[in-house]
């Protein structure tokens, strides 16, 4: 703006000195831009006099404008740069996170419930707008390429969601995912219900079609209401204090082997166990005193974070 201003004003002084508007205006450039080739017309002394405060004010003005633009342009690079480099530090660091694939509707749903649970996630997508409005962790690029999942990490995750909009993606994702880390947990979107034995067969552990999902959660609310916003609290809103988690049973484990009642889980712990997933993956619901828990076993549990601890504690002595 200042530097426009000095050249109209430096255009107007020259063509009131007799000048036409064309030689004004590039006795004005020459000047203000210090090429000085040589003066339009012979200068007499007004002119001179004039051409003094031009010179001094554009040449000023001019460098002003271009430092300004020059900073602007490499302060934002430097910035992108190094914002990018740490952010790139802190996925290196990190161990048992969640990779989403997508930030979509789906993505940042499962995005948002996970760090709400206090886990790490990583998020990859290829959308330059969706990655700029991404809050969490996020690399650019198509989470098909295998260099972009060992970018985020895939080595270390504790388990990948592939949550892209459509299922071809997703289901080649599930393949490199597979590949890359058979440990690890993939959840799989899919869209079309004929499409999910597929992923099962590519090595997703649980394959997920939101529509379904979406249309048991409604009817639930209209059969019992109740019944789903206690569950929706307590798995995903957090503000009742009761929490429900998996706690598995390692090898050695002091409930290895031990009957329900042997082990006084409420006494010591305070949490409740509703139920136990065996091995096989059926459930062995509200079990009974005398049920024996095994390695490799997972118990179902509510309680407090406190007591949940406490159980988790125990179930690795």
């Known amino acids: 703006m200042g530097l426009a201003s000095v050249v109209v004003i430096g255009t107007i002084g020259y063509w009131l000195l007799g000048l036409s508007v064309l030689d004004a205006l590039y006795q004005t450039v020459t000047t203000v831009s210090t090429v000085g080739f040589r003066e339009v017309e012979p200068f007499a002394t007004p002119e001179k006099l004039f051409t003094i405060p031009v010179i001094l004010l554009g040449v000023g003005t001019a460098l002003y404008t271009f430092g300004v633009l020059v900073e602007t342009l490499v302060e934002g690079r430097i910035t992108d740069v190094f914002g990018r ?13 969640v990779i989403v694939c997508g930030w979509g509707r789906v993505g940042r749903t499962v995005a948002s419930f996970v760090r709400g649970a206090g886990d790490d996630v990583v998020v990859i997508e290829n959308a330059p707008d969706r990655v700029a409005s991404c809050p969490f962790p996020v690399l650019e690029g ?32 599930t393949l490199s995912g597979r590949s890359l880390n058979p440990e690890l947990f993939i959840v799989a979107r899919a869209r079309i219900e004929a499409s999910e034995p597929k992923f099962t067969r590519a090595g997703a552990n649980r394959v997920v079609n939101p529509q379904q999902i979406g249309g048991a959660r409604m009817a639930a609310f209209a059969l019992q209401p109740n019944v789903a916003e206690f569950l929706d609290v307590v798995m995903h809103d957090g503000s009742l204090e009761f929490r429900l988690e998996e706690i598995p049973i390692p090898e050695r484990s002091v409930l290895a082997g031990v009957s329900v009642r042997e082990a006084h889980i409420r006494d010591q712990t305070g949490a409740l166990v509703l139920a136990l997933r065996h091995g096989d993956g059926h459930f062995t619901t509200n079990p009974s005193p005398a049920t024996v828990m095994e390695p490799g076993q997972v118990l179902i549990a509510i309680g407090t974070k406190v007591q949940l601890d406490a159980l988790a504690g125990l179930a690795t002595r």
């Open 85 to 97: 480099r740490r952010m790139e530090r802190r996925v290196e660091e990190m161990q048992g996170h």
């Open 142 to 173: 198509d989470a098909t390429d295998d260099s972009i999942l060992r970018r985020a990490g895939i080595a270390r995750a504790r388990a990948l969601v592939a949550a892209i909009d459509t299922d071809a993606e997703n289901l080649y994702i």
